[in-house]
């Protein structure tokens, strides 16, 4: 166990920290979202989701039982293939959950913004032209502190509050499907209006990449990042990972079924792409009458969101302890508070970053697809890891070995790349860039510590360089469809990306150490807890 941790965390805990990480601003938007960019043809893009994380969150469930560590997302790559990848790794992790807390908190202003009541009409001011004014960035802020105080003391207020905002978050959305299916449902609404995908296949590809998708399910991670607090984790994580994957996945359809069925005619005039909601499902319940149902929703606007900031105030806290713990940040950052168990420095640096993030984009859109692209990059390392580590035999533990791994890891990789690449140019290479810039923080400890064996971490780590600046290339010369140039026409364009990511695999795989680089032995002593 890690020095100062507590194992405080059990089995019902970790899977409603992860459900309560995916139900979050995501099911409040995400639906109208989808629906905007692919029409019905949104639930395929929910059920290919799906089956991606599946796949990616059970390379990180075996993970997980072999290295129960607190912010272990940050930690496995480093731990197979050196600093240099688990660096890049860790920083496209970070920085794609970090930014999760200010944009729950703003989820939660932009539907107050939306309030009906007369006594109510100072709130409509605090959103306006898809971004929040000054007085909805302050709301939204002191909405960030209270998930930060939280957090402050204890992993067991943390873990007590979250089951219960996550039980009252899995009854809202189950009423909101039976309250918008039983005030009206448009059968038609599934084949007219330009049909099940008016904008082509490709708008169903994107949408997972774009349009919430995967943004909604990146709460998946949240009890692999608190392996190293959670009782008997090499069985209770990888349970906690799927069933929360599972569970989501359901009510994430019915949501999607619901909002394409509900929506009225009159609001398709222009189609799928031209219905513009401030509050989705509260805008649909009035417009059906269903009041009630739009009262619940808009108070739920704060629990949803609420949770899951919540759960990522705590999970972030632990990824930069992990970070720490490689050798990426200030030794400050690796503290544990000497009663309380919990890492308070780490807690005030994400802090500072999500009020910078809030700052910068100050509505839920800007952030979402940024997250969800930032997130994939992470994503490619797992299962490499995990059939690196398999390689080792011996020399790791596997308390926990999934059966088919050796199919199920090339295919994630293999479909997290699509998606990377789905998400469309510019935005592919903006968030690669954004990876890259990072790089100069890990040179700069590199060079502190003597550029101890740099050369070694860099030869295991060059293919994911060489990954990154391939996968922005492929993006600017694809199918016009992904947003690229046109040079690899449609179809082509996904056969190179699919074929390609193969060969980066392999590579991976083989680029890893011989054995694992672990660090003063807190792995060796994580394994034998």
Do not use: C
Request: charged share 10%; glycine share 12%; no cysteine.
């Amino acid at each position: 166990m890690e020095k100062g941790m507590r194992r405080d965390i059990g089995l019902l805990a970790l899977t409603m920290t992860g459900l309560g990480s995916i139900i979050g601003s995501g099911w409040l938007f995400g639906a109208w979202k989808a629906a905007k960019v692919a029409g019905p043809g949104a639930l395929v893009a929910w059920i290919l989701g799906v089956i991606v994380i599946l796949l990616i969150g059970l390379t990180y469930a075996e993970l997980g039982s072999m290295f129960p560590q607190s912010g272990g997302m940050v930690r496995y790559a480093h731990y197979s293939h050196g600093s240099f990848v688990g660096f890049l790794s860790g920083w496209a992790n970070w920085i794609a959950i970090v930014s999760v807390i200010p944009v729950e908190a703003e989820a939660s202003i932009q539907y107050m913004s939306s309030w009906p009541w007369h006594w109510a009409a100072w709130t409509h001011g605090l959103y306006h032209n898809k971004t929040l004014t000054p007085p909805g960035l302050v709301l939204a802020g002191v909405l960030v502190l209270i998930y930060f105080f939280l957090n402050y003391w204890t992993v067991k207020v943390f873990a007590r509050s979250n089951t219960t905002i996550t039980v009252f978050k899995f009854i809202i959305p189950a009423l909101t499907v039976i309250g918008l299916m039983a005030a009206g449902f448009h059968g038609q609404n599934f084949t007219q209006y330009g049909g099940f995908t008016p904008n082509g296949w490709s708008s169903v590809l994107t949408a997972i990449a774009t349009s919430g998708v995967i943004f909604a399910f990146n709460g998946f991670q949240s009890p692999v990042n608190l392996a190293g607090e959670a009782r008997n984790p090499s069985r209770n994580i990888p349970l906690a990972v799927m069933g929360s994957i599972l569970l989501a996945g359901v009510i994430y359809l019915l949501l999607q079924i619901a909002f394409i069925g509900a929506v009225r005619g009159n609001m398709l005039t222009h189609g799928w792409a031209g219905l513009n909601l401030n509050s989705p499902f509260a805008d649909l319940a009035l417009s059906l009458g269903v009041n009630w149902l739009a009262i619940v929703l808009f108070l739920d606007a704060f629990v949803s969101p609420s949770g899951t900031g919540i759960t990522y105030t705590a999970t972030t806290a632990r990824m930069v302890h992990g970070m720490q713990q490689n050798g990426y940040f200030p030794s400050v950052f690796g503290r544990i508070h000497p009663l309380y168990g919990v890492p308070r420095a780490a807690m005030w640096l994400n802090l500072v970053i999500a009020y910078i993030f809030m700052l910068m984009f100050r509505g839920w859109g800007e952030l979402s697809g940024v997250i969800s692209v930032a997130t994939l990059i992470s994503y490619v390392t797992g299962p490499i890891s995990v059939i690196a580590f398999r390689r080792m035999g011996d020399a790791v533990k596997r308390p926990v070995k999934v059966r088919g791994m050796s199919v199920i890891a090339p295919i994630a990789f293999i479909f997290a790349s699509l998606i990377l690449y789905w998400a469309q140019w510019p935005l592919t290479g903006e968030v690669i860039v954004v990876i890259v810039i990072g790089l100069p923080i890990y040179f700069y400890y590199m060079a502190k510590g003597g550029w101890q064996d740099i050369g070694r971490q860099i030869r295991s780590g060059i293919w994911l360089i060489v990954y990154l600046l391939w996968m922005a290339l492929i993006s600017f010369l694809g199918s016009k469809q992904f947003g690229g140039s046109n040079v690899i026409p449609y179809g082509i364009d996904m056969v190179v990306v699919a074929i390609s990511a193969l060969l980066f695999y392999v590579w991976g795989v083989r680029s890893a150490f011989a054995k694992p680089n672990f660090r003063d032995g807190d792995a060796n002593t994580a394994q034998s807890e």
